[in-house]
């Protein structure tokens, strides 16, 4: 039988992994930070209407510059954007990987603090762009000063940041990304994936793009919108970046009907948006009672915690996964992290951890 390693594949990309997260269903999945609240059931109604709409034409190719959607985007996002300032794409993956083609590739490089979304370092790979990485100050902080510090010392074409970060997270904040920026004469590229999560008043990199051509901001509807299975994700930044990655990009990359349901969803953001506060309130209580129970979770501003001092991680994993939980085991010795689901799925995970609590090794 042939295997990967009898195909001349390129030399930098032997011996990679492809992104692994675990696809087990079972009856409480709080692996990879989904928003496990469903769609409601008048804007999926809307949703279907607006897509049955669109079965009608098609047999032509979409807008390939998707207006309606990009101005549905801006409005969505405020901070003074236009159409003109947004780019979206199949999930926010594909819209990063877009911008590694326009602004990385052979012989140029990205500057990344991990622990960080595993995805980054994939599409650095996937494009040729040289992976640097830098540490992270305790408790997976960055201040301005170490950012400052490793763009100095590594002169990247890129820097990434991930705010809130994924595994951790974290914030960075919008001071640090300003430092960043002036301190490069390269790309800034912020993951605001997980923004709609972060606590009230909280700082975004989208009040800084006002005179930063070389700032951009992604953020994406998995999370917060509750549209992970739509694949859609985007992009605020100046409109010659967007002139850019129209350079990479396939043609009609947006299908007629992602269009459809995105603009529905969006013209419901309300209704959508409503169970957010629901989330957060779940991942404060997994804060509060996971410390009472003797690990150690981080302040999270995203969907999900991270918790150590987990003596076994992957024997906790093991037996949450026994009784029909999946969390997460994300590399990081002694730590697990686990998505905010429903209360009810909440309360399932927090009990059978609290049970298995004093019996594991």
Not at 208 to 214: Q, S, T
Request: charged fraction near 20%; hydrophobic fraction near 45%.
């Amino acid at each position: 039988m042939t295997t990967l390693d009898d195909l001349p594949i390129r030399d930098d990309l032997r011996g990679k992994k492809p992104y692994g997260a675990p696809q087990a269903h079972v009856r409480v999945e709080l692996n990879v930070n989904e928003n496990t609240h469903p769609v409601p059931e008048a804007v999926i109604d809307d949703i279907v209407a607006r897509t049955r709409e669109a079965l009608t034409s098609i047999n032509r190719y979409p807008d390939r510059e998707f207006t309606q959607l990009r101005e549905s985007l801006a409005a969505y996002l405020g901070h003074g954007l236009t159409a003109a300032n947004i780019w979206a794409a199949n999930g926010s993956n594909e819209v990063i990987q877009q911008h590694m083609q326009a602004f990385g590739g052979p012989g140029r490089s990205v500057l990344a603090f991990p622990p960080t979304y595993s995805m980054h370092s994939i599409i650095a790979n996937g494009t040729g762009t040289t992976w640097i990485t830098a540490e992270r100050d305790a408790d997976f902080r960055i201040s301005p000063e170490t950012a400052v510090a490793a763009i100095k010392a590594n002169n990247p074409s890129i820097v990434f940041f991930c705010t809130p970060n994924n595994p951790t997270g974290t914030p960075v904040s919008v001071e640090t990304i300003a430092a960043a920026y002036d301190a490069t004469d390269g790309i800034v590229f912020v993951d605001e994936a997980y923004a709609e999560f972060a606590p009230d008043g909280s700082g975004t990199a989208l009040s800084l793009l006002e005179g930063r051509p070389r700032l951009m901001v992604s953020r994406t509807m998995s999370k917060a919108f509750a549209f992970a299975g739509a694949r859609v994700g985007y992009l605020a930044a100046d409109p010659a970046v967007v002139d850019a990655i129209r350079l990479v990009r396939l043609p009609y990359h947006l299908s007629a009907l992602t269009q459809a349901a995105a603009v529905g969803a969006l013209a419901h953001a309300p209704e959508m948006l409503a169970m957010v506060d629901d989330i957060k309130a779940q991942r404060d209580r997994l804060v509060t009672e996971l410390a009472n129970m003797g690990y150690h979770p981080y302040e999270s501003a995203a969907n999900f915690v991270l918790f150590g001092n987990v003596a076994n991680p992957q024997d906790t994993f093991d037996k949450l996964l026994a009784q029909g939980i999946i969390i997460r085991d994300i590399g990081i010795a002694n730590h697990l992290r686990v998505t905010a689901g429903t209360e009810a799925e909440t309360s399932e995970f927090l009990a059978a951890l609290s049970e298995l609590n004093g019996t594991l090794a």
